[in-house]
T-cell receptor, first 111, second 115 residues
Framework: GEDVEQSLFLSVREGDSSVINCTYT??????LYWYKQEPGAGLQLLTY?????DMKQDQRLTVLLNKKDKHLSLRIADTQTGDSAIYFC???????????FGAGTRLTVKP | DAGVTQSPTHLIKTRGQQVTLRCSPK?????VSWYQQALGQGPQFIFQ???????QRGNFPDRFSGHQFPNYSSELNVNALLLGDSALYLC??????????????FGQGTRLTVV
C-alpha cells in the first residue's frame, strides 16, 4: 500500500530553523499536508500544498515539494519553545476521501 | 463556533465490551471522518460519513461501525473490544465541496483504554 514516512525525532535550539522531512509513495497524491499535535490535543492543520506547486510560504513556515522524488519538507524559521510538538505529514489523492499520515516527527526546541 | 467536539474525552472499557464515541462537526460541515491513532503512530482512516451513509472505509474490521444523523453528528461504535483497540480516536469534519480535506478540522479526540 501507499506509505508516508518521516524521521521520528528532531531537536533544535530556540531561534534556529527546523526542517522536518517526509517521503511518500503514492504518485497520484494531489494534496500534501502538515499537521501539528501538542500533548493531549487533536491535530491542527498548519499548511498544505497542491501537487502542482513546488513551494509555499506562510509566515514562519515554508513547504517544499519535490514531486519527482516524492519528498516534502517543512521549514520553521526562528523556532520557538512553543513549536515543540509532534508534526505529521499527510497526503490525499484526487479520488479518495481519506488522508494517509506518517508516524510523526517529535520536535523538541531547547532554550 | 465550538469547532469539532468529541465525547467523552476519556473512556476505560473491558475486553469484549462495546463502546460508542460521539462527534459533533464544525458548523457548516456535513462530512465526518473517523481516525484511530495508536500510541506513537499517525492517525489511520477508519471511515467517512456523508448524507448519513458510509462513503469510504479504511482497512478496519466490521467490529467498527458508524452512523451519521440528520444534524450531521456522528457516532463510532466498536464491538467486542480488544486490547489493541486502545488508542486516541479522532473525528474530523469537512464541507462537501472542492477538495474537502483541505478544510478538515479535527476534534480533540477520545482516549479509549481497553483493559
Amino acid at each position: 500500500g501507499e506509505d508516508v514516512e518521516q524521521s521520528l525525532f528532531l531537536s533544535v535550539r530556540e531561534g534556529d530553523s527546523s526542517v522536518i522531512n517526509c517521503t511518500y509513495t503514492d504518485s497520484s497524491s494531489t494534496y500534501l499536508y502538515w499537521y501539528k499535535q501538542e500533548p493531549g490535543a487533536g491535530l491542527q492543520l498548519l499548511t498544505y500544498i497542491f501537487s502542482n506547486m513546488d513551494m509555499k510560504q506562510d509566515q514562519r513556515l515554508t513547504v517544499l515539494l519535490n514531486k519527482k522524488d516524492k519528498h516534502l519538507s517543512l521549514r520553521i524559521a526562528d523556532t520557538q519553545t512553543g513549536d515543540s510538538a509532534i508534526y505529521f505529514c499527510a497526503e490525499t489523492s484526487l479520488n479518495n476521501n481519506d488522508m494517509r499520515f506518517g508516524a510523526g516527527t517529535r520536535l523538541t526546541v531547547k532554550p | 463556533d465550538a469547532g469539532v467536539t468529541q465525547s467523552p474525552t476519556h473512556l476505560i472499557k473491558t475486553r469484549g465490551q462495546q463502546v460508542t464515541l460521539r462527534c459533533s462537526p464544525k458548523s457548516g460541515h456535513d462530512t465526518v471522518s473517523w481516525y484511530q491513532q495508536a500510541l506513537g503512530q499517525g492517525p489511520q482512516f477508519i471511515f467517512q460519513y456523508y448524507e448519513e451513509e458510509e462513503r469510504q472505509r479504511g482497512n478496519f474490521p466490521d467490529r467498527f461501525s458508524g452512523h451519521q444523523f440528520p444534524n450531521y453528528s456522528s457516532e463510532l461504535n466498536v464491538n467486542a473490544l480488544l486490547l489493541g483497540d486502545s488508542a486516541l480516536y479522532l473525528c474530523a469534519s469537512s464541507p462537501d465541496r472542492g477538495h474537502r480535506n483541505t478544510e478538515a478540522f479535527f476534534g480533540q479526540g477520545t482516549r479509549l483504554t481497553v483493559v
